[in-house]
């Protein structure tokens, strides 16, 4: 049976069963992903994942269930066991069904260009981005891994108080880490990045960043350890951004894990600091015209001139704090419980280029990638040590190739202390992107 007429049959059986308000949510994704090693395929899957969530109140309070199957058998199924969960729920404030919005904006989120391209298409680009790696730099060896992802998805959420919404998105993505290898050393560069556009990847473009991002790491000199200004560059500024979004979760901040609990109204950062959270970017990876909840998605900007503007709602934290939801409610999965999370969320970009900041520098450390994200900072407290690769700079330009470093921080700290920020916004394979961030001071250790 097709959805509609599954989710009919499931209401129908719901009700008889003393559901009043039901939801259903259904999600279905196909993946391809190919990876290649001198010449050869070496990883090539292809999967397809869907399913269904049914969300319904029963006795006043909201069961849930999820299934794989939509046959016949799934329908009772999925009733009996919302029933059975729901009289377990012990919430301080009741979910309930949304009627919906009264607009939805559209957004253009799935490419049918991108869906014409073939297999053997995909495969080709490969290969030629991989001639080119070799062909740049004798010094060469190998890759650690080199792999081209697509995806497509489709949603829809239906319910008993008439709403009907359903949206299809699509993207390409590569993954690239280039091996080096001079003498004893041994470096690796790294490329990723993800659209919608099959003909942004261009192979020689390609080949030269991830091969030069492994070169310029040869060589690495000794610095002095101290604390230094900071350059991050728009992957490293990104990839920090992404660890601590969590921090604009209202859902945290209402339990006790985000330290800007109740600082709405107030400066949490410098004054040239704006963050925002767009579900409309049609290169977006989290674009949406509504939220798992069904309610319309918005631009909405969190942190204004330093000053934080809101955190991010679902219904059941927006009820809690008395304000409305941003439309920030998200399933990870069908089979996900809902929660709250960023569609794509930035730092807005000025006009000063990467190197007019590294100019702004007398003596400072450019930062180009960091590692230990997961393990090296705090969400709760923003503490941070990590690794870290990058460059000294003197006299407003780069001298050398810094070793291995470990920088030191806080991140709620950072956030007053941006200096400068870039023009050059990237949200490489994440729907957390950031121009390059000039930062006062950091504790940096060489080793």
């Known amino acids: 049976m097709n959805i509609q007429q599954f989710q ?19 999600e279905r994704k196909e993946k391809f992903k190919c990876g290649l090693f001198k010449g050869e395929i070496d990883t090539y899957e292809t999967s397809e994942i869907a399913g269904g969530s049914f969300r319904g109140l029963y006795d ?39 009627e919906g919005s009264k607009t939805y904006q559209e957004g253009n989120y799935y490419s049918t260009e991108l869906a014409k391209v073939t297999v053997p298409e995909k495969i080709e680009l490969l290969k030629e981005i991989e001639k080119h790696i070799y062909a740049y730099d004798d010094r060469v060896t190998g890759t650690n891994y080199f792999i081209l992802e697509s995806a497509e998805s489709t949603r829809s959420l239906m319910n008993t108080k008439g709403l009907s919404l359903d949206e299809r998105q699509n993207y390409i993505g590569m993954f690239i880490s280039v091996v080096v290898k001079q003498g004893d050393e041994t470096k690796t560069g790294a490329y990723a990045k993800a659209t919608k556009d099959f003909s942004a990847f261009v192979p020689k473009e390609i080949a030269k960043y991830a091969v030069e991002e492994a070169l310029a790491k040869l060589n690495a000199q000794t610095a002095e350890s101290k604390h230094y200004p900071v350059l991050l560059r728009n992957d490293a500024a990104g990839d920090l951004f992404e660890t601590f979004s969590e921090i604009f979760s209202a859902e945290n901040a209402q339990m006790g894990r985000s330290l800007l609990s109740g600082k709405e109204g107030e400066m949490i950062a410098a004054s040239s600091l704006q963050l925002i959270d767009n579900p409309f970017l049609e290169e977006g990876l989290l674009s949406r015209s509504f939220d798992s909840e069904g309610v319309a998605t918005m631009k909405k900007t969190i942190v204004q001139d330093g000053k934080l503007v809101t955190l991010l709602h679902n219904r059941k934290t927006a009820g809690k704090a008395g304000v409305e939801s941003t439309g920030n409610a998200y399933k990870g999965s069908y089979k996900g419980s809902l929660t709250v999370s960023p569609t794509n969320l930035y730092v807005e970009p000025s006009n000063q280029s990467f190197e007019e900041l590294v100019a702004m520098m ?36 780069i001298q050398k190739t810094v070793k291995q470093m470990t920088i030191a921080g806080n991140f709620f700290e950072l956030l007053k202390n941006i200096k400068a920020t870039g023009s050059d916004l990237e949200f490489s394979m994440s729907n957390v992107g950031s121009p390059s961030l000039l930062i006062k001071e950091l504790a940096v250790t060489v080793e």
């Open 60 to 98: 006043g309070k909201m069961g849930y269930a999820f299934t794989e199957n939509l046959d016949e058998s799934s329908l009772l199924y999925l009733v009996e066991n919302a029933k059975e969960n729901a009289q377990f729920i012990e919430a301080e404030i009741q979910e309930d069904i949304f």
């Open 8 to 26: 009919e049959k499931l209401f129908e059986i719901g009700e008889q069963h003393g559901f009043t308000d039901m939801e259903f949510y259904f």
């Open 362 to 397: 007398d003596e400072g450390i450019v930062i180009t990638d960091l590692a230990g994200l997961h393990s090296g900072a705090d969400t709760v407290s923003g503490d941070f040590s990590l690794a870290a690769n990058g460059f000294l700079v003197k006299d407003g330009k």
